[in-house]
C-alpha cells in the first residue's frame, strides 16, 4: 500500500469511527431541537398526535410539561401529571394549569387550521380538566397565530432597547384577549421601574430559599447529552449559560447563583426591553388559571408573529408576599395578576426540548 492510500485507509477508519461515535451518542442538540420544533403535517391516521404535537410546543413552566392528553380528534382531554408539579415555586399548581391552558390554546390553533372548531371547557372535579371538543368545519383556517407556534421561544437574553410601536401594543392587547382575561402593557419607565424593585426583591427571597434553589436546580440542564436524555428542563445553552458537564454544571450554580447576580442581570435585562406586560384574569381558581395561560400564550404567539420576543419575570407572583403591592401598581384592586412577562426586540437564542408525544398521551 502506498503512503497516499494509506492516508485514504486511515481517513475512512477515523471517518466511520467518527460516524460511529455520532451514531453511538445520538443527534447533535440544533438536530433534536430541529425535530421538536418542525412544523408536522397531520397524516389521515394521527388526528390526535397532530393535535397533541401542537399543544406540546406550549410554554410550561420549568419546561417540566406537567400535561397528559387522551381522548380522539374529536374530543381532547388535558389533565395535570402532578409527577411534574413543582410545589414550591408553584405551591397551589396555579403555574401548572396555565401551563396547561397554554397548550391547550395551541391545540385549538392546530384544529382551526386543520379545519376543526374548538370549544374549550374546565372540569374541576378529579384534580381538575380541560376538554376540548372539536367539530369540522370543513375549511382550514389558518391564523397567524398558528403560523407563530413553531418559531415561539421564551428568549432570556438581552434585548435591543428599540420601543414597540403603538399599533403594534395594540395587536398584542387584542389578540390576548380571552374571556375573563387581560394583559395590560407597561411601557412607561417610572412604572417599569417600580415593578423591576419588585421583581428584584421577590428574586432575592426565592434564592435564599434553600427548598426553592434545590427545586430548580432539580429542573435544570448543564448540558446537551442531558436536556436531549431528558427532553425537558431548562437547558443551560437556551439562556445564554456555558454548557458544562453536570457534576461541573452543579458546582458552577451553586457558586454563580446568587441574589446579586441573578438581580444584577435581570436589572440589564428589563432595561433593554421595550415593556412589561401582565396577564390577568377575573378569578382564582384553576378554571381561570388555565384562561391565564391561553391569554398568555396568545399574547406570545402575535408578538412572535410581530418579530417581538419576550420572557417570563413571575418573582413576585410566585412569592405571595409581593403579590398586593403588585396589584396596587397595576391598579387592579383585589384581582390576583396571573403572569408577567418583559418583552422587546432580540435575535433568537437555542430552542428548548420536549418530550415525544407518544409519552404524553395516555388512555383516560
Ligand atoms: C406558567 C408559566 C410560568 C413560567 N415561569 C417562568 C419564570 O418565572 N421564569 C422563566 O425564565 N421562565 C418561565 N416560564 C417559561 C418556561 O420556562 C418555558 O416556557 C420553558 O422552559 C420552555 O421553553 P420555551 O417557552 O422557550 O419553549 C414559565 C412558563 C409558564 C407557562
Known amino acids: 500500500m502506498n503512503r497516499r492510500n494509506l492516508i485514504l485507509g486511515g481517513s475512512a477508519v477515523a471517518l466511520a469511527a467518527a460516524g460511529a461515535y455520532a451514531v453511538m451518542r445520538g443527534p447533535s442538540y440544533p438536530d433534536a431541537a430541529a425535530g421538536v420544533w418542525s412544523r408536522k403535517s397531520r397524516q389521515a391516521d394521527d388526528g390526535l398526535n397532530y393535535l397533541v404535537h401542537n399543544a406540546t410546543l406550549a410554554a410550561n413552566s420549568h419546561n417540566t410539561q406537567p400535561w397528559l392528553f387522551s381522548g380522539t380528534a374529536s374530543q ?3 389533565r395535570p401529571d402532578t409527577s411534574r408539579a413543582t410545589p414550591v415555586a408553584d405551591p397551589d399548581n396555579h403555574h401548572l394549569f396555565a401551563s396547561l391552558g ?3 390554546e395551541n391545540l385549538v390553533l392546530a384544529a382551526a387550521a386543520d379545519g376543526r372548531s374548538a370549544e374549550v371547557g374546565f372540569d374541576p372535579g378529579a384534580g381538575g380538566q380541560i376538554r376540548i371538543d372539536l367539530t369540522e368545519t370543513g375549511g382550514s383556517r389558518r391564523d397567524p397565530l398558528f403560523e407563530a407556534i413553531t418559531e415561539r421561544q421564551c428568549t432570556r437574553s438581552m434585548y435591543s432597547r428599540r420601543d414597540v410601536p403603538s399599533a403594534e401594543l395594540a395587536m398584542l392587547e387584542a389578540a390576548a384577549r380571552v374571556e375573563g ?3 395590560l402593557l407597561i411601557t412607561r419607565r417610572p412604572q417599569i421601574d417600580a415593578i423591576l424593585e419588585l421583581i428584584t426583591s421577590a428574586n432575592a427571597a426565592q434564592i435564599a430559599d434553600p427548598h426553592f434553589v434545590s427545586e430548580l436546580k432539580s429542573w435544570l440542564r448543564f448540558n446537551a447529552a442531558h436536556a436531549i436524555r431528558t ?3 431548562l437547558y443551560s445553552g437556551c439562556s ?3 454548557t458544562l458537564p453536570s457534576w461541573l454544571g452543579s458546582i458552577a450554580f451553586g457558586m454563580a447563583f446568587t441574589a446579586k447576580a441573578e438581580n444584577d442581570k435581570i436589572i440589564k435585562q428589563v432595561g433593554s426591553s421595550a415593556g412589561l406586560a401582565v396577564i ?9 388559571w388555565v384562561r391565564a395561560g391561553r391569554s398568555y400564550q396568545r399574547f406570545a404567539l402575535a408578538a412572535t408573529s410581530l418579530g417581538i420576543r419576550h420572557a417570563f419575570l413571575n418573582q413576585p407572583l410566585e412569592v405571595t408576599a409581593f403579590r398586593p403591592e403588585l396589584a396596587a401598581l397595576l391598579g387592579i384592586g383585589q384581582k390576583r395578576p396571573d403572569l408577567l412577562v418583559r418583552f422587546g426586540y432580540a ?3 437555542p430552542r428548548s426540548l420536549r418530550r415525544p408525544v407518544s ?6
Open 231 to 233: 427532553g425537558d428542563g
Open 240 to 242: 445564554g449559560n456555558p
Open 280 to 288: 390577568v384574569s377575573g378569578g382564582d381558581d384553576p378554571a381561570h
Open 347 to 349: 435575535e433568537p437564542m
Open 76 to 78: 381532547v382531554s388535558i
Open 102 to 104: 397554554a397548550a391547550a
Open 359 to 364: 409519552d404524553v398521551i395516555v388512555n383516560a
Open 181 to 183: 382575561c387581560e394583559v
